[in-house]
């Protein structure tokens, strides 16, 4: 048994530029697969166009409530010499998305981990920031709450301030709200990457100082977008 | 002008599995390259087997030691509409390499940035650890002294315990040494990921508690490793 780790694409209409062979071929031998949701997965393999029977293949569901006891039973359930890919919704599985307990459970098990190459939006973004990727972390979504968020930013800063790049992110349709509190609470002379559809056509990547975002603001609204921070 | 930012690969032969289309089409239309190694460079393009002329191609080596001053020479001597390609010696550019001199320069003068998918055995290891990708943090390399090395071991390990994935390497021919220090300095019970030759048709990828890691050591001599961490 083998877990292929199958990263889709973060764009539409994407998957023939941004895809490595090997997904295709992978995908091809495939016909167990751990998701993150069924519908998108279902609709990802189709778009490959392999001439797979989509009908023929089976899926399992994880989502943050899926327990260590039910993705074991799931293993248990799948022909020993099976290859099982998962898929998340977007990008590489195991990076901010479920996926990442059916690869714990693999090692437990002794079951082979491959990982395949594909587009992660918080490693793109970094490699376009012309930030420090010798030392970087990557925070997911901040707090919501006000006092805690401003709080957090001023750590960030903090850390931005000894050359480690902080990446972090939020929820598409609060973008705006978000760049608003940055641009307010960070000095001016601080450097913020704004990484918007990445991949995408419309890709929208720079790097600015504080100072320069405060003069002239991007539309971030329900983009999805990498923030990255470093002095 | 365009600086697209052009992943290689990770292990010999392997670019016809792990590189998306997008990256041969680049190089087929880019003449001007700013790389890590021109000698490297140099084969992986011919490797491409695209076709080019390698001798007709523009190359600009950056190294640690290259300046602010010396990039935005190359920029000035290159056609205005011309695409540039940034190239590290293995991976992604401007991930701990020089190429983030690059890019910051194209930031500055208003030249867009592409990045392109391509490995990354920072992302691949993540993946393939089944720790959290939703807070982790690289840290490059660890210091070599001993006394030093040690504490930062110890901060790494408290860290951990907080659910954030620490990622980390050493140079491959010291990588045995290391990890005796590791299963030395480290909790029995906490979380050790080995991310050896990732990509390489002998990829190694496990993750085991240190205790585990004590009775049954790989031999990692010489080979390019990847070391991560969670509780």
Avoid at 18 to 38: G, H, M, R, W
Avoid at 173 to 187: E, K, P, S, V
């Amino acid at each position: 048994m083998t877990l292929f780790l199958i990263p889709t694409t973060l764009a539409p209409d994407t998957a023939e530029a941004v895809l490595p062979a090997q997904i295709k071929q992978v995908v091809s031998q495939t016909d167990y697969y751990f998701v993150e949701n069924i519908r998108t997965a279902r609709r990802f393999i189709s778009e490959l166009k392999l001439g797979k029977t989509i009908d023929d293949l089976h899926f399992y569901e994880l989502d943050k409530n899926t327990t260590v006891q039910q993705v074991k039973g799931y293993f248990q359930g799948i022909p020993p010499d099976a290859a099982i890919g998962v898929m998340s919704e977007a990008g590489c599985p195991g990076v901010a998305d479920p996926g990442a307990i059916a690869v714990q459970m693999a090692h437990q098990l002794g079951i082979r981990v491959v990982p395949l190459v594909g587009p992660s939006s918080i490693l793109l973004g970094l490699m376009a920031s012309g930030f420090s990727g010798q030392s970087f972390v990557f925070h997911g979504y901040l707090p919501i709450e006000k006092a805690a968020r401003h709080k957090m930013l001023k750590v960030l800063e903090k850390n931005a301030q000894s050359f480690q790049t902080q990446i972090f992110m939020e929820t598409p349709f609060r973008n705006n709200a978000f760049l608003d509190d940055i641009l307010q609470i960070c000095h001016p002379d601080l450097k913020l990457c704004i990484a918007c559809n990445v991949s995408a056509s419309d890709e929208f990547i720079q790097t600015k100082s504080i100072a320069q975002w405060r003069k002239a603001k991007p539309d971030l609204h329900k983009k999805p977008t990498m923030f990255l921070m470093s002095q």
